[in-house]
């Protein structure tokens, strides 16, 4: 059940929230005095609505776990091809130590002989 005033859950039983009664016992009204009681507010209605979450149907999960495998399969062939990529940096890295260098004459080198 809702406060008659604020619309929060209250316990069974009771009519006003804890903290509605305490605003009400500042303001103190004479017994007999008409009063207007606001309706429940539409959007608490909705609050609660909303948080009563239905298991996902059959059609649903099978369209999540597509979806799911799209990924994962999408992230495989990025990784696969970022692997490839930085396999031929590194291969033609290493080539690229073992050529000489332009100018340089291998067999003009001398050798000390000791």
């Not at 490839?84 to 340089?104: A, C, E, S, T, Y």
């Amino acid at each position: 059940m809702g406060c008659l005033k604020c619309g929060r859950d209250v316990e069974e039983g009771q009519i006003f929230c804890h903290a509605c009664l305490e605003n009400m016992e500042r303001c103190p009204v004479k017994p007999g005095t008409p009063i207007s009681l606001p309706r429940p507010r539409e959007e608490a209605t909705a609050r609660k609505a909303s948080r009563l979450k239905l298991p996902p149907t059959p059609e649903e999960r099978v369209k999540r776990l597509r979806r799911r495998c799209r990924w994962i399969s999408g992230l495989a062939v990025l990784f696969l091809i970022a692997s490839i990529v930085l396999g031929i940096v590194f291969l033609r890295h290493l080539r690229n130590d073992r050529k000489p260098q332009p100018g340089q004459n291998y067999s003009a080198m001398e050798t000390t002989e000791g």
